[in-house]
């Protein structure tokens, strides 16, 4: 029987598939640290694989990684030892898009902010601490795939306007999430930022899009804009948001991605702001989510050990 490790959390639906299927190795299993010896393929969430285990995994044959990021993956050294890496795209869109929506509607009525000042027996001046409505404000959605149009159409729901931005994106001829979805596309960043009342946040994590918000779009940003990242750590350059924020220029920000640990170090900046509502790289956790997600990881990944290719390969 092939032999998979489990390198990360992952909810038992994928595991209590693969019994009788395959020889598991679970999650914190103190075998687990020799994987490299043994380990045919190995499911991960967001445990890095670096060049040095790709070269020290002497009969891995596979790697599948639960969700679309492929930031902690090199494979570049996948490829050069003949490695499959696969994802697994597509499972929790509707979640991570239901996670901007949430943050936003948040940020903007403030409910972070109430729900400390109420815990804290602190005096509330509720005119003084005025949200903001989103009916009829301008969304900004950058990254036009599963995740942007699902948040793209919540917040088209909600009476937002919407304007999108992808140089990748191609219109597919059937089924395409964006059909009806009104929006007006832009081919310019530059265009995008004076449009913006909420920015939101949906591509990866690559070194076209590191650091792709920093302080010069943050403050083309309308005034009193949110901005909201579900994405990637990074993508949003933290110092250059504190700034913008201390400043009074934006609103407020919701972050579920950070750039060095997730979550954020207790004494982070961006914590000490009260218009900042933080969560742990959270947007994909809901119960229904992880055992799909677990599931589909399983079946990807003995299906690549039987000779099949997955659904999503990426190296």
């Known amino acids: 029987m092939k032999k998979i490790y489990v390198l990360d959390a992952y909810h038992p ?33 967001m445990r890095p694989v670096t060049a040095q285990d790709f070269q020290r995994a002497r009969k ?61 027996g602190a005096e509330i001046v509720r005119p003084k601490m005025l949200g903001i409505g989103l009916e009829g404000k301008t969304v900004g959605v950058i990254g036009m795939g599963n995740i942007g149009a699902q948040a793209a159409a919540k917040f088209h729901r909600y009476g937002c306007r919407i304007v999108s931005y992808d140089p990748y994106y191609k219109a597919r001829a059937d089924n395409d999430p964006w059909a009806d979805i009104p929006h007006q596309r832009v081919h310019d960043l530059a265009q ?4 913006l009342d909420v920015l939101t946040i949906h591509v990866p994590y690559t070194d076209e899009t590191a650091n792709l918000v920093g302080a010069k779009e943050l403050a083309a940003l309308k005034r009193n804009a949110i901005v909201t990242n579900v994405s990637r750590g990074g993508i949003v350059n933290e110092a250059a948001l504190y700034d913008a924020l201390v400043s009074g220029h934006l609103f407020g920000a919701g972050l579920d991605v950070w750039e060095e640990r997730e979550p ?30 677990s599931l589909r990881v399983a079946q990807e990944l003995l299906k690549i050990l039987e000779g099949g290719q997955p659904a999503s390969r990426v190296a």
């Open 264 to 293: 954020p170090a207790p004494d982070h900046p961006l914590l000490k702001l009260p218009n900042v509502l933080a969560t742990p790289h959270a947007a994909g956790g809901t119960v229904e989510t992880q055992e799909r997600s």
């Open 60 to 120: 891995l044959k596979a790697v599948v990684k639960q969700g679309v990021g492929i930031n902690t993956l090199d494979l570049d050294a996948a490829r050069a030892h003949g490695i499959v890496v696969a994802n697994t795209p597509g499972v929790n869109s509707e979640t991570v898009a239901e996670m901007a929506f949430a943050l936003t509607l948040a940020v903007a009525r403030r409910i972070g902010e109430f729900d400390r000042l109420i815990r804290a």
């Open 13 to 45: 639906a994928g595991i209590d598939w693969l019994q009788g299927r395959a020889e598991v190795i679970p999650f914190q299993d103190p075998r687990g640290q020799r994987w490299h010896e043994d380990a045919d393929g190995i499911m991960v969430r």
């Open 192 to 195: 995008l930022w004076p449009l």
